[in-house]
């Protein structure tokens, strides 16, 4: 079982950054491939990135390919996303997640989420 626990977020202007961090409890983190998800109000949570149990494939949506990095350290249970050039679009709550399915998509296919981080991006 894993515990997951996200920060970092904020507000932050259009073609701003911020770097979200999801640190995990439990000795099993790196069995487990981790994602990025987003709610915004009125909508469906929706995939933002994926990583391996390894780190050595990644996954993301088309909507942030090219401005936004997924990456971990499982020597520090500890898995990030780096976001770049920052749109209002890209307003919503974050999750982390963690699955045994590498590369998956789908909210469904996580069985562990932390409780969210707020991103706010102004125009």
């Known amino acids: 079982q894993v515990q997951l626990v996200e920060s970092g977020g904020g507000l932050v202007q259009a073609g701003g950054s911020l770097r979200l961090s999801c640190a995990a409890s439990g000795r099993t983190f790196s069995s487990y491939a981790m994602g990025w998800f987003r709610q915004a109000p009125g909508k469906e949570r929706e995939f933002v990135a994926a990583?391996?149990?390894?780190?050595?494939?990644?996954y993301y949506a088309d909507s942030v390919k090219g401005r936004f990095t997924i990456s971990r350290d499982n020597a520090r249970n500890t898995v990030w996303l780096q976001m770049n050039s920052l749109k209002p679009e890209d307003t919503a709550v974050y999750y982390c997640?963690?699955?045994?399915?590498?590369?998956?998509?789908?909210?469904?296919?996580?069985?562990?989420w932390g409780q969210g981080t707020q991103v706010t991006v102004s125009s």
């Open positions: 997640a963690a699955t045994i399915r590498i590369g998956a998509t789908e909210p469904r296919a996580y069985g562990y």
């Open positions: 990583i391996s149990w390894s780190g050595s494939n990644t």
